[in-house]
Every structure is written in C-alpha cells, then in structure tokens.
C-alpha cells in the first residue's frame, strides 16, 4: 500500500509515522490523555481503513482521519494541537508552492507527473523541461492569474481547468492548420522564406517544418489534410515526365507516349513513397518544445480534391499513408511496433464504402491497417454532412471539433481556424451533491455551469491582446493567419472563426446516480438527453452574450478521469457504481464494463454525438481482427450510416525480454496494478512496447493507476 505525498511522489504506507506524529501532539499537550496503546490502536484503524480504499491514499486524507480518530477518543486539545501542527507546517510549504514537486520530477518519483502524459516520456531531459517550465506556470496560474474560486474547484475536482501548465504564456488549445495556403503561396520559418515546393517530396519535407513549428507554438493537437499535398503529385508529374523524355533524347532511345507515361508513374510512385516516408518518420522522431512529437491528426477525404485528376492522386497519397502505415515502424531493439502518431482520419464516403465503388480498395486497406495499427479512424461524410450545415471536415487533434462559419464572401471555412481552450465540468460531482435531489440537480449544476463559464472567459482574456509576433508562424505566416507585425489576434477570438469548449465528464455516472440506471437504459435515457440539452443551452446564451463561439466537448481526461475519482471518494466516499473505480467515465460514452454489442453501442452513442457540437468521438472494444477484415468492414460500413466519428481499439504489443507479440496483460501486485508480459511475467516497462487506445489518440508511455484500471475493465463489443 503507497501514499502519495504533496508533491506527487508515492512511497510506502508507515503506520510508525501516524505513531510518531500522535505520540508528539499528546506529549505537547498541557495534559496527556491518549496511552500508547490508543494510539497504536488508532494507527492500525487509519492503516486498515486505507487498505480497504483499495488505493493510493493522499497524506491529507490520511491527516483527515488521524484528526477524526483523536476526536473520537474525546482527547480534544490533542487534536487541537494536532490542527495546529498541521497549519504551521502548511504555512511553511506554501511559501514556496512549486520546488518539492520539480525536484521530485526531476528526481523521477512523482507517479502523478510521471504518468500524467501517456506520449511523454518523463525521463528524458526536454520532457523534463517542459514539465518543469509546466509546475512554473501552474503555480503562477494558482496563486496569481486564476481567481480563487476556479482554484478551489479545479482543487476539489468539481471542474478542471486543462492545461494550467501553459495557461501562464499567450497559447491556445489546437487548430486546423492551413497547410493550402503555407504551401501555394509560401510561408516563413525560422525568419526563412519558404517558397511553393516543386516536387510531392519537397512539399513533405516543408509539411513536417510547418507541423513541427506549429506544435511548439500551442498545447493541444493539430490537423492537416492529404488533400492540401495532393496538387503537388501533379508537379512532380510533370517534372518526372520532362526528365524521362530528356533521358531518352540522350541515350537515343525511341519512346512512345504510352511508354513515357509508363515510366514516369512507375517514378512517380517513388517519389509519393519517398514523401510519405519524410512525414511518417519525421513527424515520430521529431521532438517540439513540449517534450514530445507533434500531436498530429492527418485528414484523408477525397472529396477534398478539386477535380477528378487530383481526386486520383489523393488516392494514391492515401494508399501510400496506410501502407507504410500497416508496416508499423522498428523500435531501438528492431522489433516493429504500433506508433501512436500521427493519428489517421479515413472518410467513408459513396466512393469507397460500397463493393463496387471506385475507391473501395482504399477502404479494404484501411480495414486492415485498423486490425493491425488501430488506425485509421473514421468519419462518416453522410452523417458529418447531416450535422455541420452539409460539410465535412477535420476535427482538430483528436476530437475538438469547429462550428461552421463562413468569411465575407459567403465561404465556408475549416482551415485557419482555431480552439482557445477547455474547462470541464464533474457530471458526477453535481449528482452527488444535490443527494439525489432534481430539483437541486439543476440549480448546483447550473451554479457549476457559471463556474466553467467564468474560467473559460480567464482563457478567453489570456488570449485577448495576444500579438502576432509571439508566434509568427501562427499568426503572420498562414498555418492560421495572415496578420501583421504588432497585430493582436483579436478578431480571430471573436464571432465563431475560433471555438471555446465546455468540456464535460461522468454522464454515465451522473445518470446512474439520479436515477439509478444506466443511462442506456430507456428509463435513464431522457434524463442523459436532458443534461446534454442543459449544457448546450447554456453555451448558446453564452454565446449570445458575448459573440465568443461556445460548445461543449467530450472531453479525453486522460489523467483528469483518476484525478475526479479520487475528489469523488474524498467527498462522497464510495457508493457502488458510482464511486467506486479509479476512474470515471469519458463524456457521454457507455461504461466499459457494460456489455453491449458494437453495433448498439455505436448506434446508442450517435445520439449524444450530436448534441456534443464542439467535439465527441466513440470507439469499439474489438479482439485481434487481422483475420476476420469482413467484420472490420461490417463495422465501417455501419459507421458510415450510423454515426459521425468512430473508432475500433485493438491490441498491438511486444516484450522485448522474450519476443512476444499480442496482448500485455495488467496484473494487480499489493494494491497497485502493474503491466505483465504473459509469456516471461516481464515487468521491467523500458522493455514493454505497449499501445492503447487512451481516450482518442493512442498513448504508448503508460497511464496513471485509474487510466490503467480503466483500460483493464474494458469489454470486448464484437
């Protein structure tokens, strides 16, 4: 059994320490009233009820209980000088809030930290000055730019404000960057001018600049489109075409139109191959100021092409995408394992969902590369068109999602465009505190509501003001504007060209204890519908308001999800099926120990797709279908008519000790669970490959004990 300290270190539980800080406080009372066996006796009822929690406990919840247990004996001013204590030593630590917790990072034995991002890796030295620079930030958010009241309850866990790490600087969430106009009309990096490429491979290679100085400019993910470098196989094309016919002019060769035709795309697949290797590579190799590769998104939709010559091409950079994509990459032991990015986006469109459509072979490729990598995911264009005003397009990173808008000329408009961040709110916080009450379900959770409302209007006006000279490549050099030097962003925060989300967690939890069923069940069902309606119609009068585009937004909480539970057992103790895990539900999705079928769950959540408007993306739990492609097809062509976004999570792993390659396990070892290669019970995670589906993206780094519980519960749905 560990408790973890304040700085977010974990050691092992010492009831000797209870001991000694009891025996203390009742020597320094004026008249000592505890015995030595009373306060073993306490020690051992502290150490008792902490192993019944079944996890990690924190020192304040344990200095809880001691003071509660003193009580108890009706030793009073014990207790008092216990308290006593208490504050003194909280004085003393708050005088500075942020060394304890850099020198335990640095150090390596904060687990909150170490497993906070599951696609860094918080041994190396950039991912510790991130992480540094982020404990910084956080502390100067806390005690100076945050109003009290946001602290308190991002403390409590009733909200979380996401990305406090770099709340202190002048950054926004994710983007859609506008890879078009960077490429046709040239852009700067590095104070360079970059003119318009005249090769596919050239055009990668600037592709992945841009991306990596994109990535060090914001906080959250980014998304490109395959069709924004599809214009550029035609250049080659030609370039190629032009050489061939000069090489045969050379070597006296006589070659006819068909023959030329011929070798030019037999070296034009090269060149696509080529380029598509630079992304794939770079962008895993490549390290931002984050401490980590981009956090890329590549968009694949044909009807992005422009004419029915490009759409071909595209074609041809998509097939090339999920080829080399299917071959997974070699780690530094030659093994070939599942990268976690980019993350892929495949469009299900009517020419290539259909057998005898033109671009199926496309989609069986997908499928195989989705048994094999967990990638692709899918957007259906059918149902994406029914809901965004007859458009589809990227969500930014892994599911942040845009309003539609359109410029002065009455065009829509996708790329350029931005989110300026995220607070989300505890759904289940919000039941448990009304006690099961309707009436005051509705009045805390609007109380609440206002509580986000206010902390995203503290994201809003860090951005306010912003100059485009603190990201030059953002603001001044096209991936999201064309602005002036000196030039605030302003304009772009304003009258929905940039989005502002209400994330939201628990629904499942929150239904089940107001109603006391699951909210796939017909009962409850109303109900979830009913607080999804609440919150949007909180952001539209929001919006009215203030002509800031607001909407709500399934949110990952990848480590937020342990973060909540533990505030919830703190607050509310354990209550079944609500309490209970070390973790709580993302969004609006279906419990992962509920059994449903894949085909019901995907159709059951489309619903709340729908009212998630600034962003939602659900998943299926499937068994290693490498050999079964048809029922992965089955599954897709499903998507494709029933719902926006949808993934399929399969397992991918290896151990190097023993070669193994299949599915890690998750064993429990003295409380804390811990990742098992069945084959050699190899525990040793330098040497486990190790891939999950985390919420959206995919994380190879590991998770926190509630994601790890989390992705241990899984069901399988197919």
Not at 214 to 221: E, H, I, L, R, T
Not at 424 to 446: C, E, P, Q, R
Not at 481 to 491: C, H, Q, S, Y
Not at 507 to 512: I, T, Y
């Amino acid at each position: 059994m560990r408790i973890i300290k304040r700085n977010g270190s974990e050691v092992e539980f010492d009831s000797a320490k209870i001991v000694a800080a009891i025996t203390k406080a009742n020597d320094a009372a004026a008249q000592p009233m505890l015995t030595k066996e009373q306060i073993n006796e306490i020690a051992d009822y502290i150490e008792y009820k902490c192993r019944k929690m079944n996890r990690s406990v924190s020192v304040e919840e344990v200095q809880d209980m001691v003071e509660n247990q003193i009580m108890a004996t009706g030793a009073f001013d014990i207790a008092r000088g216990y308290v006593r204590y208490r504050f003194t030593r909280s004085l003393v630590r708050k005088s500075n809030t942020t060394d304890d917790r850099i020198l335990s990072l640095i150090e390596c034995n904060n687990e909150e930290v170490l497993q906070e991002n599951s696609n860094k890796d918080p041994i190396v030295n950039s991912v510790q000055r991130d992480y540094m620079a982020g404990e910084v930030s956080k502390d100067i958010s806390k005690r100076l730019l945050l109003p009290p009241e946001i602290v308190k309850a991002d403390a409590e866990g009733i909200i979380h404000f996401h990305d406090s790490d770099y709340f202190a600087q002048h950054m926004h969430n994710c983007d859609l960057v506008n890879l078009e106009d960077m490429l046709q009309n040239g852009t700067v990096i590095s104070e360079t001018m970059i003119e318009k490429p005249h090769s596919f491979s050239t055009a990668c290679n600037i592709a992945t600049q841009i991306i990596a100085q994109v990535a060090s400019n914001q906080y959250g993910g980014q998304s490109v489109s395959l069709a924004h470098l599809a214009p550029f196989v035609q250049v080659s094309r030609e370039k190629i075409r032009k050489e061939v016919i000069e090489e045969a002019k050379e070597l006296g060769a006589e070659m006819n139109l068909v023959k030329i035709a011929s070798v030019t795309e037999k070296r034009l697949r090269k060149e696509v191959e080529k380029g598509i290797q630079t992304i794939q590579y770079q962008v895993i190799t490549l390290m931002t100021t984050n401490g980590q590769a981009p956090f890329l998104t590549i968009f694949m939709y044909l009807n992005e092409a422009k004419n029915e010559q490009e759409k071909k091409d595209l074609a041809l950079i998509i097939e090339e995408m999920l080829a080399q994509r299917y071959l997974g990459v070699k780690n530094e032991a030659g093994a070939v394992i599942t990268p976690a990015f980019p993350k892929l986006i495949y469009v299900l469109e009517e020419d290539n969902i259909h057998e005898d459509s033109p671009y199926y072979y496309l989609t069986e490729l997908a499928a195989k590369c989705t048994a094999k990598r967990m990638v692709p995911d899918y957007i259906s264009e059918k149902k994406m068109k029914e809901l965004k005003e007859g458009n589809c397009f990227p969500v930014m990173g892994c599911r942040s999602a845009l309003n539609p808008w359109k410029d002065e000329n009455g065009n829509y408009k996708f790329y350029g465009r931005f989110n300026q961040g995220v607070v989300t709110i505890n759904l289940v916080d919000v039941a448990l505190s009304s006690g099961g009450d309707y009436d005051k379900f509705w009045k805390i959770f609007d109380e609440r509501l206002e509580l986000c409302h206010k902390a995203l209007m503290c994201r809003h006006e860090r951005l306010k003001g912003t100059l485009s000279d603190s990201a030059p490549i953002l603001w001044q050099f096209g991936a999201l504007a064309r602005l002036k030097k000196g030039e605030p962003i302003d304009k772009l925060l304003y009258g929905g060209y940039s989005t502002i989300s209400l994330g939201y967690a628990g629904l499942c939890e929150c239904v089940r204890y107001m109603t006391g069923f699951s909210h796939t069940n017909p009962k409850a069902t109303p109900f979830a519908i009913r607080v999804m309606q609440h919150m949007n119609e909180a952001c539209k009068q929001w919006t009215s308001e203030s002509n800031i585009f607001f909407s709500i937004y399934g949110s990952p909480i990848e480590s937020t999800t342990y973060k909540f539970a533990k505030c919830l057992q703190r607050r509310f103790g354990i209550i079944k099926g609500v309490t209970d895990k070390k973790y709580i539900t993302n969004s609006y999705h279906v419990h992962v120990t509920e059994k449903i079928d894949a085909f019901a769950k995907l159709k059951f959540e489309s619903q709340f797709q729908s009212l998630s408007t600034g962003g939602a993306i659900s998943y299926v739990e499937v068994p290693n279908m490498e050999n079964n492609l048809k029922a992965v097809l089955s599954v897709m062509k499903f998507i494709y008519d029933n719902i926006m976004y949808a993934e399929l999570n399969t397992k991918s792993d290896y151990c190097q000790e023993c070669g193994y390659t299949g599915e890690i396990q998750i064993v429990e070892d003295d409380g804390k669970l811990v990742w098992e290669c069945p084959k050699c019970h190899n525990r040793n995670q330098e040497t486990l490959n190790v891939a999950r589906r985390t919420c959206g993206y995919i994380g190879t780094q590991f998770w926190n004990q509630g994601r790890t519980e989390e992705i241990k519960e899984r069901v399988m749905h197919l």
